[in-house]
């Protein structure tokens, strides 16, 4: 099964060729440069490995929450090639899919995922890994108001982060235990499994078009 991966809604866009559950390769392209590299990246990527659009068998695309213009970028990407070869697009949430893919490595009680939302805003989720809930899930708030929130969860949580600097080293000066873990780029090969598993299960939820992934004072838009 030949999918097409794209992700990375921020400083760095990748687009990655997996056979199965085997990645292939994949091509990193700096966020500013999105627009102009990505659709010739993707005909390099799939020519390096002898592969032709028409046998791509689905597109998968982080459709957000992350910077608006490299988000629009994917998005519209990976519709234009699902349409042009009339095969389905899976969609998939960036925060939620990183509290996920953490929730498996971690010894931790929660896990948090903090991603800059600019205008000093940010984007949190919450993961209770006991209960298997989230607590706090796609919030767009200010970053004071961040802070308060996760007081409450420092001394037993994973730190997701990608964040401004000075936003970073707040949260160090005042949560106890803030190890962060750099988030910049998506645990690709656990979306892949779960793609991959989904679908031996039947229950993959693809679509004709993925949508953009956008949250703005508190309220999820698609």
Do not use: W
Not at 11 to 39: C, Q
Not at 86 to 115: A, D
Not at 131 to 147: D, Q, V, Y
């Amino acid at each position: 099964m030949n999918i097409l991966l794209f992700s990375g809604c921020f400083d760095t866009a990748i687009v990655s060729l997996f056979d199965g559950e085997r990645l292939l390769g994949s091509k990193s392209l700096p966020s500013r440069s999105t627009s102009l590299l990505l659709a010739p990246s993707v005909g390099e990527l799939l020519k390096s490995f002898d592969v032709d659009f028409r046998f791509l068998d689905l597109i998968a695309v982080e459709a957000g929450p992350g910077a608006f213009t490299s988000l629009r970028v994917l998005v519209v990407t990976a519709n234009a090639i699902a349409h042009a070869i009339s095969k389905p697009v899976y969609s998939f949430n960036g925060l939620e899919t990183r509290c996920f893919s953490q929730s498996l490595k971690s010894s931790k009680r929660y896990v948090v995922t903090l991603l800059n939302a600019y205008s000093n805003q940010v984007f949190v989720s919450v993961f209770d890994r006991l209960k298997n809930i989230f607590l706090h899930e796609n919030l767009c708030i200010f970053f004071p108001e961040a802070l308060e929130l996760l007081l409450s969860f420092s001394s037993d949580a994973d730190f997701l982060v990608k964040i401004k600097p000075e936003h970073q080293a707040e949260l160090s000066a005042k949560l106890t235990g803030f190890d962060p873990i750099d988030t910049t780029v998506i645990d690709q090969q656990f979306v892949i499994n779960k793609i991959l598993d989904c679908r031996q299960k039947s229950c993959l939820k693809t679509s004709e078009m993925a949508m953009p992934f956008y949250i703005k004072a508190g309220f999820v838009t698609k």
